[in-house]
C-alpha cells in the first residue's frame, strides 16, 4: 500500500510549491472550452532561456533546425571541460506538458539539461516537437522518430568528436516519457547506421486509460496533473472518435501493443508518491518486464509530478544521481 494513501498534499518548498501553483494556474485558465489553448496566454508568461555558445559553467549550446516547415528542432547541450579522450554518451531528451505546452527553451528544461550535460557528463538533444492541440497524434512521435533519423544521417557539426552515437539514451518526462517510449518500439524495428538506441530513463510517463486508477481518484489536491486536464489533453491528442484505451495512451490496456519481439532498450522508470499518475507508471514497468524487458523502478514517495526540475527539492539530487549511475551502467556493457 502506498505511504502517502491517507495524505492528499504534499510538503514542498515554498519557491516550487509556488512554481508550481502558477503553473497550475496558468495551465487551467489557457484552455478553453472549444478545444483550443489561448497561447497568447502563455506566451507572455513563458521564460524562454536563448541558446549560450559561450559555455555557461561548462555547457555550451545550440539551437539546430532539422524542419523549419514544421518548426522541428533541437537545443543541442554540449560540456566543454570534459577531456577530448572521453566518451560522452547521447541523450535525446523530450520535454513534458501534455503533449500541448512548453518547448526545450522554457528555463526550467534548459537548467535541466544542463545539469544532465554537466553531471553524467553527457551530449543532451533536446526536441523542439510539435504540440496539440494546432498537431495531434501522430505528428509528436514523427518529430521524435525524425529526429534520430537526421541525427543518424548527418551528424550536426556542432557535435563534438567525442560524442557517441552508438551509446544514445532516450529520456523523457511526463507527455516526453511517453514519446520516448513510442520512439523506443520504432527504432527497435532498426535501420540506423550511426545511431543505437541503448537505454530509456523514463520520467513520470504520461499513460492513461478508460477506468480510473486509484492515485488518480484520490489525489486530487496535487499542483499540475488533474484528470480533468488529463482528459481534455487526451481529447484534444487524439483522433476524433477515439478513446483513452487508444494504443498509444493505454499501452499496457486492452489494445496494447505485444513489443516481446521488438528490441527494446534497458529502462529506468521514475514513479512519485504524490503523482497521480503513479499507479500507470507502475503498470508501465510490470508490462515491461512481463514483455521481457530489462527494466528497473525507481520510486520516490514524497515527489510531485515535475519534482526533478526543481533542485529545491531533495528528490531532485537522488534523480540525477540515479540518472547518472544508470547511464554510465548501460553505457558501460556497449562501450566499443
Sequence with gaps: MNSN????????????????????????LSRRPNGTINRRLLNLLDLKTPPTNKPIQGIKTVDITIDATRNLWFRLFIPTKTLPDIILPVIIFFHGGGFAYLSPNFSHYDKVCRRFAKEIPAVIVSVNYRLLPEHRYPSQYNDGFDTL???????????????????????????????????????????????RVIGQISIQPFFGGEERTESELRLKKVPIVSVELTDWLWKAFLPEGENRDHEVVNVMGPRAVDIKGVKYPETMVVVGGFDPLQDRQRE????????????????????????????????????????RDFVHKVSAKFMK
Excluded at 515554498?14 to 512554481?19: A, E, G, Q, S, V
Excluded at 557517441?164 to 535501420?191: E, I
Design 149 to 195: 533519423k537526421f541525427l543518424d544521417e548527418r551528424k550536426p557539426d556542432e557535435f563534438p568528436a567525442n560524442a557517441d552515437l552508438s551509446l544514445c539514451f532516450l529520456a523523457g518526462d511526463s507527455a516526453g516519457g511517453n514519446l520516448a517510449h513510442h520512439v523506443a518500439c520504432r527504432a527497435g524495428k532498426g535501420g540506423f547506421r550511426e545511431v
Design 284 to 323: 508501465f514497468y510490470e508490462w515491461l518486464k512481463r514483455s521481457g524487458k530489462e527494466v528497473k523502478l525507481i520510486q520516490y514517495p514524497n515527489a510531485v509530478h515535475a519534482f526533478y526540475v526543481f533542485p529545491e527539492i531533495p528528490e531532485a539530487n537522488q534523480f540525477m544521481m540515479e540518472v
Design 5 to 28: 494513501r491517507l495524505t492528499e498534499s504534499p510538503v514542498l518548498p515554498w519557491k516550487p510549491k509556488i512554481l508550481l501553483f502558477i503553473a497550475t494556474l496558468i495551465t487551467n
